[in-house]
């Protein structure tokens, strides 16, 4: 069994009138999360914001193992967590106290508040695991790819025809503050959340995939009235505060995983920015 971790990366929360003086360096080392499938390694980064671990885990060599970092002052990574887990790559499996669930490519599985031993296999497998702190225990429970509640979104038209597939929500698997899925762009679409949106009570994280090496997402965030942008390459995630929008148009088709966290699990509850008012 390999445990190889390194260090956890922790980012503190920023202040939106912070990100107006940021350059590309800057807003790169504080919303954009790159190098998270490093071979037989758990990555991790925890952001203040709604306390959210991003990690990431690739199995390659044989069963890896999920740690714990003494930042989070528990005995085991789930102790007082929950999290949510997108396999990425190619087909893998993940054993939850001895409990073993195959995950294909796009498979979702939550594990609950209390599971002490999370096992990843899959030579090729890549697994993206979004968690958040948890005040109960919900059952480990897996979705198939599509197998959530699926909504068809956006227009040819406007290029942004896509399928949101909700997986972890208040109508599917139950938690405690994740809400999960992952959306995936027709062939030809570029935009994701255009007309964009915030969302002031959670902060929402975005994990892109299935995006030619080649290619890039150009991710919009900040205040709906002042925006930047991020150049964002397949498998690199992007963390939204609260204040932020999160939308992006990429120069192909694409996936990503969005996961949210914060004080409320709904969905629609969502402030709109009309396109012509964004700056
Ligand atoms: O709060 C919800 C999230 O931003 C995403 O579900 C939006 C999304 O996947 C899309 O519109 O393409
Ligand atoms: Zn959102």
Known sequence: MITTQPPLHVRHATHPAQILGFDTAALREHYLVEDLFTPDTVTAVLT??????????????????????????????LERREAGIVNVGAPGRITVDGAEFELTTGACL?????????????????????????????PTTLVEPGQGNRLEL?????????????????????????????????????????????????????????????????????????TRHLLVADRQAVISPSWSIHSGAGTSAYSFVWAMAGENQAFSDMDGVDVQDLR
């Open 48 to 77: 203040h914001h709604d306390r959210i671990v991003l990690a990431g885990a690739r199995p390659a060599s044989g069963p890896l193992a999920l740690g714990t970092w003494p930042e989070l002052r528990s005995e085991y990574f």
């Open 110 to 138: 939550y594990a609950g508040r209390g599971a002490r031993e999370v096992v990843f296999e899959g030579a090729d497998a890549a697994f993206y695991l979004f968690s958040a702190p948890a005040h109960t225990d919900y």
């Open 154 to 226: 956006g227009d040819q038209q406007t290029a942004n025809r896509r399928i949101i597939d909700q997986y972890i929500h208040a109508d599917g698997v139950q938690s405690c503050q994740i809400v999960l899925g992952v959306t995936t762009l027709h062939s030809g679409s570029t935009w994701n959340t255009m007309p964009a949106h915030t969302h002031d009570r959670r902060t929402e994280c975005y994990l892109y995939f299935g995006l030619p090496e080649s290619e890039r997402v150009v991710h919009l965030l900040g205040e709906p009235e002042q």
